[in-house]
């Protein structure tokens, strides 16, 4: 079930709506200390370190998701003003974060994205990056890592 939601890019959260339960703990696999290899032929991979900044501590264990997002322009100046990001939860793209909030998403067609978290009580809302004030937004280029670096997302409790 896909669920719009608008977001502009000053504002904190939106909220979107349940999807199926996840588990949440430590992820099957541990995530590569390595750069992930080059990404399937026409997808992209996205990468990055996640910290949670209200308690200074990596965002670890989390399932980050990659919502489809369009980018919306203001018809009077061309400005880019909104971006209105959709997530389904059960074909969107995600990953699990390690222990040290380290994210891999890896097979991901091209496009612009905006990062989602599922929180504990099952509903998902989009990631703030509380140094630009802004949810995190990704271009993905096919062939190519799109690379994050640390981002310090603010997340509600």
């Known amino acids: 079930m896909k669920e719009s939601v608008s977001v502009s890019p000053l504002q904190s959260t939106s909220p979107i709506s349940p999807g199926p339960d996840a588990q949440v703990g430590k992820p099957d696999t541990p995530l590569p200390d390595t750069p992930p290899e080059e990404p ?11 910290h949670d900044q209200a308690e200074a501590e990596p965002y670890a264990y989390q399932y ?9 322009t203001s018809q009077n100046t061309g400005d880019k003003v909104a971006y209105f990001a959709e997530l389904d939860v059960t074909s969107d793209p995600f990953a699990q974060t390690d222990e040290h909030g380290r ?8 496009g ?9 009580n099952l509903q998902e809302i989009l990631l703030f990056d509380g140094t630009t004030s802004q949810n995190v937004v990704v271009t993905v280029e096919a062939d190519k890592v799109s690379d994050l670096g640390v981002v310090d997302v603010v997340v509600p409790k």
């Open 64 to 72: 980050i998701y990659l919502a489809p997002t369009r980018q919306m």
């Open 103 to 110: 994210l891999v998403i890896r097979d991901v067609e091209p």
């Open 40 to 50: 399937a032929k026409g997808k992209g991979t996205v990468v990055g370190t996640l």
């Open 112 to 120: 612009l994205y905006t990062l989602a978290v599922r929180l504990p």
